[in-house]
């Protein structure tokens, strides 16, 4: 796979964290995951360092013609939602479409994206509370502020600066596939997927806190018995808990329910056979622990916004590119 070459705008007075993260995760070269990785640039629309909150400085030799150029351009956000974007930035992100490349936004970098019209007529979102100010000054776009990030294809948007995580981690996965995003995320201590609203993806477990130890226990005797139908009895059996205990804890534990942690680590489970087997989908489905194919094609279309066999087919044209 050729090197995916990502680029970043810093500017004056954002906080480190916003750029951080597509540092970390686009620019760290994980020694350990044997992969051709991205190559990242940090850009600045001036030559002029710039001040990061906290009072520290920054500086590039990269302008707006290397971030026009990357194939990943991401906005990580804006200094006020309520400005202007400069009319370099508003031209350098539509070069960067029109050549292409993937225009990613997070939190506030929305504005950054609908003041260039990138986002007219596709879904977006951003920081809740900036939601009905995107929709007031960019009427053309769809906005929605539940899920943590939509992806459009060649414009991806993120809601606030934490969620920058979630799609990144979205971005990962879909260039190198579900192992190395899993992979990536233990790295980060993270989760590979997050709930949020009508998010498109799947849901996923905060690991248990050291006391909630029973749900732990549970959680691996389900992740080995995954085929098989698990109910909150067999949960609550395995933690040596009553059903209504568990729950309670469970809750605590995860911030989720039980339905839905199961149906999350059934479509990971079934992402993994996807990418790396020829089994057919009803194979799959079964092998997953769904009842039928068609309740996998159900939740597994409301978590990636695909089907099974687009998701297949998709990975491997990825791949073979």
């Known amino acids: 796979m050729p090197l995916r070459t990502v680029s970043v705008l810093a500017y004056d007075g954002m906080t480190a964290f ?7 995760v686009f620019g760290f070269a994980w020694p350990d995951i044997d992969q051709p990785w991205y190559e990242l640039k940090v850009c600045t ?7 990061v909150l906290g009072g520290a400085t920054l500086s590039s030799p990269h302008g707006l013609d290397e971030f026009a150029a990357a194939d990943t351009v991401v906005i990580p956000s804006v200094a006020d939602p309520r400005g202007t974007t400069s009319p370099e930035l508003i031209a350098a992100l539509r070069q960067a479409h029109r050549r292409g490349a993937r225009i990613v936004s997070i939190c506030s970098g929305a504005f950054a994206l609908g003041a260039a019209g990138l986002l007219d007529g596709r879904r977006a979102t951003t920081h809740w ?5 995107l929709r007031e000054r960019y009427p053309a776009v769809q906005v929605d502020p539940e ?4 992806d459009e ?13 979630d799609l990144a981690m979205h971005l990962v996965r879909k260039d190198f596939g579900a192992a190395v995003a899993n992979a990536v995320a233990r790295r980060l201590v993270i989760q590979p997927y997050r709930a949020g609203g009508q998010a498109q993806y799947i849901e996923s477990p905060i690991p ?14 389900a992740l080995e018995h995954l085929a098989e139908p698990i109910g909150v009895p067999d949960l609550a059996r395995e933690a040596g808990l009553s059903p209504r205990t568990y729950l309670r804890h469970f809750s605590r534990a995860t911030g989720t329910t039980p339905a839905k942690w199961l149906i999350a680590q059934r479509v990971q489970a079934a992402l993994t056979m996807l990418e790396t087997g020829d089994a057919p ?12 194919p068609v309740t996998m094609r159900h939740h597994f279309g409301r978590a990636l916004r695909t089907s099974p066999s687009a998701y297949r087919r998709t990975f491997r044209e990825r791949r073979a590119g």
Do not use: H, K, M, N
């Not at 248990?208 to 005797?221: K, N």
């Open 208 to 221: 248990p806190e050291p006391d909630d130890a029973p749900v732990a226990r549970s959680l691996g005797w």
């Open 147 to 150: 899920p943590l990030y939509t």
């Open 129 to 133: 509370r900036y939601a009905d100010l």
């Open 153 to 165: 294809g060649d414009v991806l948007t993120s809601a606030g600066c934490a969620a920058g995580l």
């Open 18 to 24: 916003e750029a951080g993260i597509v540092i970390e």
């Open 45 to 51: 629309e001036t030559p002029e360092s710039i001040r």
């Open 281 to 292: 989908v009803e194979e799959i489905a079964l092998a997953a622990g769904f009842a039928t």
